[in-house]
């Protein structure tokens, strides 16, 4: 098989320096509360010694058809014609997360394929048992003011907010709706493809280790760290290679599919950047394609011009944090606008 090429990451332009700066200054106020929550899923996932990845149904991130409409990189389809793991994307929110963190918990918590997974887990955790929160990293700091809010109150309207959104896609349930300040207490996994249009929605079923419609993420995704220090449009880039088959062979995506099937617009395919720089994803650059996507001497459709992708599965076994933060050094290191 022929070898890749690493694509070498093109320098950081004025405008994503200073994104990176704000990147790298949010995850230094997370940096105990990843620490904390990575170690709480290393020892979940420590009980279920035998998984070595998690199982999620492409349903999630792919749409069966396109969607219908005249859409583009820069007019991306409608949120509810984007599959769940794009609806629910969002710049600062945790829904994603929180919906990837349910789904990891549920496969280590549960023996049986096929079963549906009881959520017996509380969202605030106690001296003795591991809640919610606890395997949710969170910015929040305590705040003071007119209205003190400490941090484990800041995690819990996190969480709150977070299933709400995933209950508004019927990605989650809520049998205690009518509960008050409790009604997200003992929430229910729904199906991986949310919403139908057809009807209701089911609760979630633990995959089959076989089943076709799934695809595979190592474990080491959630507990190495990954999972809380990537961006939303990381994650949907991940799973995006991940649902294509790239943890075991190279892939390419044409920009239709991209777009009209997993939703992602030209930002969320720019995540693989920072995903080559972290020695996570091997990329084969198309001939003629330049690092910044533009086609030298274009003379027709840019399909005709793909990079090839292929993801590093053991990339996920260093732990994430400090990775991240050295990838961002290093990307601040180089010349600007070059």
Known sequence: MEDFSLLTPRNPNSTERIQLRRRLGRLQTMDTSIAKATSNMARLAAEKPKLANVLIRRRFVRRTERAPGDHSDRSLPPRPLRPPSTRIMSPRGAALRFYLTALFEAQVSEARADTRPV?????????????????????????????????????RRQIHEALGRLHREELVALPNINAGSNKYEGFRLMDEGGAREQGPNELYRLPKAKDKDAFELP?????????????????????????????????????????????????????????????????????????????????????A?????????????TPAYHAVLAAIDKALDQDGDN
């Open 119 to 155: 959520n017996n887990r509380s969202l605030r955790g106690t001296h003795d048992d591991t809640g919610w929160a606890d395997l949710l990293a969170s910015p929040a700091r305590n705040a003071s003011g007119n209205v003190y809010m400490n941090v484990a109150a800041k995690k």
């Open 219 to 303: 474990i080491t995704f959630f507990t190495q760290g990954w999972v809380h220090c990537f961006e939303d449009t990381e994650l949907a880039f991940v799973l995006m290679m991940a649902s294509l088959g790239a943890t075991t062979k190279e892939v390419t995506i044409e920009g239709a599919i991209r777009l009209l099937c997993y939703g992602l617009g030209r930002d969320a395919y720019e995540a693989h950047v920072m995903l080559n720089r972290l020695g996570l994803l091997e990329v084969r650059p198309a001939p003629n394609r330049y690092a910044d996507g533009k086609i030298q001497n274009y003379g027709g459709p840019s399909d």
């Open 305 to 317: 011009h793909l990079h090839s992708f292929k993801l590093l599965p053991e990339g996920f076994e």
